[in-house]
T-cell receptor, first 117, second 110 residues
Framework: GAVVSQHPSWVICKSGTSVKIECRSLDFQATTMFWYRQFPKQSLMLMATSNEGSKATYEQGVEKDKFLINHASLTLSTLTVTSAHPEDSSFYIC?????????????FGEGSRLTVL | GQQVMQIPQYQHVQEGEDFTTYCNSSTTLSNIQWYKQRPGGHPVFLIQLVKSGEVKKQKRLTFQFGEAKKNSSLHITATQTTDVGTYFCAESQGAQKLVFGQGTRLTINP
């Protein structure tokens, strides 16, 4: 089945540094990727929609200058948490589905657990 | 935007007991998807329901979509320890965007 790979699985960084998370679709092309954030024991909250070759669409309340999204190819989207602070510590998960499909399941990456000290 | 409300937030059962989680919306849902997230893991797709009154089964799991397409349920018969995790309902909004319910965390006493 379709596989979405996310890297790194976990990262610990100092406050003020930037962290980049990669999301790759391994066996299909994805024009759209979704980035979710999940705090402990809470639901998944959509942060932004990443579109290949164009600007990402951010959900209300998500700072686009803090969470930089780049979708330069049909198989790779990156999320950069800039100047990370402890409150940004969370589980970040990407998801997507094969290009051209409309309905049906989303495939999720394994997630990246960020801890900001 | 539209939200789906999911209850209960937590459920603890003895192994072998049944389990049900419910999702409700104040407006008509275009479809409903169900996902399972194991502790420390990522969501995994279980099923999608589209039709009014639809019922689908996967072994011990039964999924229902209400006649008015405003509610859905997931029922697990005779739970096993492998059923532990958080179950989320989600609605597709637009082309591919998913909006998740709050999730129901299931824990099981062996």
């Amino acid at each position: 089945g379709a596989v979405v790979s996310q890297h790194p699985s976990w990262v610990i960084c100092k406050s003020g540094t930037s962290v980049k998370i990669e999301c790759r679709s391994l066996d299909f092309q994805a024009t759209t990727m979704f980035w979710y954030r999940q705090f402990p024991k809470q639901s998944l909250m959509l942060m932004a929609t990443s579109n290949e070759g164009s600007k990402a669409t951010y959900e209300q309340g998500v700072e686009k200058d803090k969470f930089l999204i780049n979708h330069a190819s049909l198989t790779l989207s990156t999320l950069t948490v800039t100047s990370a602070h402890p409150e940004d510590s969370s589980f970040y998960i990407c998801s997507t589905k094969p290009r051209g499909t409309f309905a049906g399941e989303l495939f999720f990456g394994e997630g990246s657990r960020l801890t900001v000290l | 935007g539209q939200q789906v409300m999911q209850i209960p937030q937590y459920q603890h059962v003895q192994e072998g007991e049944d389990f049900t989680t419910y999702c409700n919306s104040s407006t008509t849902l275009s479809n409903i998807q169900w996902y399972k997230q194991r502790p420390g893991g990522h969501p995994v797709f279980l099923i999608q329901l589209v039709k009014s009154g639809e019922v689908k089964k996967q072994k011990r799991l039964t999924f229902q979509f209400g006649e008015a397409k405003k509610n859905s349920s997931l029922h697990i018969t005779a739970t096993q320890t492998t059923d532990v995790g958080t179950y989320f309902c989600a609605e597709s909004q637009g082309a591919q965007k998913l909006v998740f319910g709050q999730g129901t965390r299931l824990t099981i006493n062996p």
